[in-house]
Structure formats: structure tokens, C-alpha cells
Nanobody
Framework: QVPLEASGGGLVQAGGSLRLSCVTP????????MGWVRQAPGKEREFVAG????????YYADSVKDRFTIYRDNAETTLYLQMNSLKPEDTAVYFC???????????????WGQGTQVTVSS
């Protein structure tokens, strides 16, 4: 299996932008859903954004809607999360995740990899 290692995190000021990346299993795999989840210190893991791998439909947590964009490259080998207008409350470790169950803002992935730290200063 392709390890789902997220990259692209860092330290940014409020209002800034970051783009996270994750290598995917690719177009010929049996993947049906991929997404991003995050976990802040002392908090539970939460869904951020997801994409239906077959039809490209995207889904977002209300807290990031209109600020974050999930997308994949044309070869479907890389998953991205473009994060704009970042807020201090977006500070968390972000994980790339695959498959599992998504339903109305709740996501329980089957697989996730090493996360990347995003820190937003005020």
C-alpha cells in the first residue's frame, strides 16, 4: 500500500495560506474516498474535507467551507488541500486518509498516515 504521508505543513500567520499534499494509490486502485482529517492538542480527530474518488464530488466541514479546497491532480496520484484565510483555530496535525465511511460531515477512515503540523499564529 502507498503510505499516506502528508506534507506541506508549517507555521503561518493568520490570514495566510498553505497547501498540503499526499501521494495517493492512483487511478487504478480500489480507492473510493480520500480526505483530510485533523487533530488539535487535547481534541478529537475531526473531518476537514473529502473527495469521492469515482465522481470527484467534494465535501467540507462547515468550519473550513469557502476557505479550504480539496482536489487531486489529473493523474489522480496526488491529493491536495489548499488552505486559505487560515485562522489560529486551524492549528492542528493534518492527516491524509483513505476509504472508510463518510456521512454528513462525519468521517471514519480505514487508513491514514503520518501527519503534518499546521500552526497558525495570531
Amino acid at each position: 500500500q502507498v503510505p499516506l504521508e502528508a506534507s506541506g505543513g508549517g507555521l503561518v500567520q493568520a490570514g495566510g495560506s498553505l497547501r498540503l499534499s499526499c501521494v495517493t494509490p492512483g487511478r487504478t486502485s480500489s480507492t473510493y474516498f480520500m480526505g483530510w482529517v485533523r487533530q488539535a492538542p487535547g481534541k478529537e480527530r475531526e473531518f476537514v474535507a473529502g473527495i469521492d474518488w469515482s465522481d470527484g464530488n467534494t465535501y467540507y466541514a462547515d468550519s473550513v467551507k469557502d476557505r479550504f479546497t480539496i482536489y487531486r491532480d489529473n493523474a489522480e496520484t496526488t491529493l491536495y488541500l489548499q488552505m486559505n484565510s487560515l485562522k489560529p483555530e486551524d492549528t492542528a496535525v493534518y492527516f491524509c486518509a483513505r476509504d472508510g465511511t463518510y456521512y454528513e460531515g462525519s468521517y471514519s477512515p480505514d487508513f491514514w498516515g503520518q501527519g503534518t503540523q499546521v500552526t497558525v499564529s495570531s
